[in-house]
């Protein structure tokens, strides 16, 4: 049983880590790659 | 003359009976009441034609049979899907809310949630079934609610319940309209399922359009690389549709390869249920903690949802949590609806289908993570 909770624990704990770095990769790039005005105004 | 050798109908067990009549009642629900038809009608056929005695279908060297190891045990159609998948979605949405995220990764708590209860009930506690800790953990990825990692997770973990497994994860996407509205009422107040949110959203270049899918294999196959194989062909086939010089590929994985390889998991996956292998008290089971796994990580999803309505300064409706769970886009069309009822002014449908393509990526990462943990607990 602790097995199982420890599973749990670390679960959760691995996918907030991965996607909370996935996260800030995201918004680094958004932030590097903004569009430039003449895609602004395509979009 | 020896009839019984070569009469199926008399060498009918209860359990082909049973089945028989489960076949027909997914057909009809596919055809008659447009239950997600494009699984359900295949699903019920295999499972019609699993049943025939002495058919042959599903005994080695049976076409079904032949099917599912090449598809299923190899674990190439779930792969496939997965390249079709990413070439439908979308993940504008998410990339100019990135933040939604966070939301798909709460909303896998039902997975793990799930997980722990079926262990208890089975090796880990209770020994009242026959779930062991690979069991467990394939029947906690129904909260995946999502059909491809659920049978893949499923598979590598060699689970006695694959067929009742990969029948729940899709039967309960479907369900989506009916299981979430009541949690999501019952979780939030009226003030908070009319708040409006922000339509004001930054646009997103073609370059990060790109990148989003090579940066996301590379941040999680790094991190967790047992998701790889699936985060892999998702962003691939987004890299198909977002690249813009494959029109040709991006629409084959869109239709012909989706159309193709759902005909052939879905007879497939019905070919699994033969009576033998389904019907035992452990399916019931396993069908009620599918239903405890999707609302499970509704409940998760609206809490960090309702976390961030109070941190935001009331400005993310905590509803959109909801949508962390991958069922796309059933789960973002409940909480646009809610909203909308709530009041009649509030789109939330966008905000929504941002959680919900997030909640695609976060699922996908949990199936890794489970493949990853459970050998190094048993």
Request: charged letters at 10%; aromatic letters at 8%.
């Amino acid at each position: 049983m602790l097995n199982a909770l420890w599973i749990v624990l670390l679960g959760m704990a691995i996918i907030f880590a991965v996607l909370g770095i996935l996260l800030a990769v995201m918004i680094l790039l958004g932030k590097l790659l903004r569009p430039r005005k003449k895609e602004e105004k395509k979009g | 003359m020896p009839t019984g050798e070569f009469l199926g109908f008399l060498n009918l067990s209860w359990q082909a009976v049973v089945m028989l009549i489960i076949g027909g009642i997914l057909v009809w629900l596919g055809i008659a009441k447009k239950v997600e038809p494009v699984l359900l009608v295949p699903i019920g056929f295999g499972c019609i034609l699993a049943n025939i005695p002495l058919g042959g279908a599903v005994e080695e060297g049976g076409f079904l049979a032949v099917l599912r190891e090449a598809g299923i045990h190899t674990e190439i159609f779930p792969l496939l899907i997965f390249i079709a998948i990413g070439a439908m979605i979308d993940f504008e949405p998410f990339l100019q809310r990135p933040y939604t995220i966070l939301l798909g990764a709460a909303a896998q708590f039902g997975i793990f949630g799930t997980f722990f209860l079926a262990y208890l009930l089975g090796d880990g506690w209770l020994h009242v079934l026959d779930f062991s800790l690979q069991d467990a953990a394939s029947i906690g990825i129904i909260g995946s609610a999502d059909g491809p990692t659920s049978i893949y997770v499923a598979t590598i973990l060699q689970s006695k319940y694959t067929a009742a497994i990969v029948v729940a994860a899709y039967s309960y996407m479907a369900m989506v309209p009916i299981i979430q509205p009541p949690i999501i009422k019952a979780m939030c107040s009226k003030e908070e399922r009319a708040l409006k949110m922000s339509s004001a959203v930054g646009t997103i270049s073609q370059r990060t359009k790109i990148l989003f899918p090579i940066i996301t294999v590379l941040v999680v196959g790094l991190l967790a690389p047992k998701a790889t194989p699936l985060i892999g062909c998702l962003m691939f086939g987004n890299l198909l549709r977002e690249c813009g010089v494959v029109e040709r590929l991006s629409l084959a994985a869109q239709n012909e390869l989706a159309n193709i390889v759902t005909i052939l998991l879905g007879i497939t996956v019905g070919g699994m249920m033969s009576g033998t292998e389904f019907l035992r008290p452990e399916t019931i089971l396993v069908f009620i903690l599918g239903i405890v796994a999707f609302s499970l990580d509704t409940v998760a999803g609206v809490l960090l949802g309702k976390l961030m309505y109070v941190l935001s300064g009331r400005k993310v409706n905590p509803m959109i949590g909801a949508c962390g769970i991958s069922a796309f886009p059933m789960s973002s069309r409940v909480v646009q609806k809610l909203g909308l009822e709530a009041n009649p002014y509030n789109h939330l449908l966008m905000h929504a289908a941002g959680a919900n393509v997030a909640g695609q990526i976060a699922s996908v990462v949990a199936g890794g993570v489970m493949l990853m943990l459970v050998p190094m607990f048993i």
